[in-house]
Nanobody
């Protein structure tokens, strides 16, 4: 499975941005897709996840609930992260990842494939 994240950029606080993650290869083996982020000097942390097929079960970190929405378009093999009401503390490199095993998990070690990151910078 190969993952390609895109859509990062510079946005002012309060603004919105949509990230995309296109999957290719053995996409039929994917159970869930997740978004993580890593700020400078900090550990990678969970943001959101969504089941890849069937019911669109989602999972969100408390810090983004109500502001971020994770969705998918299976016809395009793409997952999205719509980010609204952005805050400076949302600044990070955002990564998408594929989980082959189960529920949209929130732990880094539960994901099997990772895309390259896309930088999101929120200015105050």
């Amino acid at each position: 499975v190969q993952l390609q994240a895109s859509g990062g950029g510079l946005v002012q606080a309060g603004g919105s941005l949509r990230l995309s993650c296109a999957a290719s290869g053995r996409t039929f083996s994917i159970y869930a897709m997740g978004w993580f982020r890593q700020a400078p000097g900090k550990e990678r942390e969970f943001v959101a996840a969504i089941r890849w097929s069937g019911t669109s079960t989602t999972n969100y970190a408390d810090s983004v609930k109500g502001r971020f929405t994770c969705s998918r378009d299976n016809a395009k093999n793409t997952v999205y992260l719509q980010m609204s009401s952005l805050k400076p503390e949302d600044t990070a490199v955002y990564y998408c990842a594929a989980d082959l095993t189960g529920y949209p998990h929130s732990k880094v070690y539960e994901y099997d494939y990772w895309g390259q990151g896309t930088l999101v910078t929120v200015s105050s």
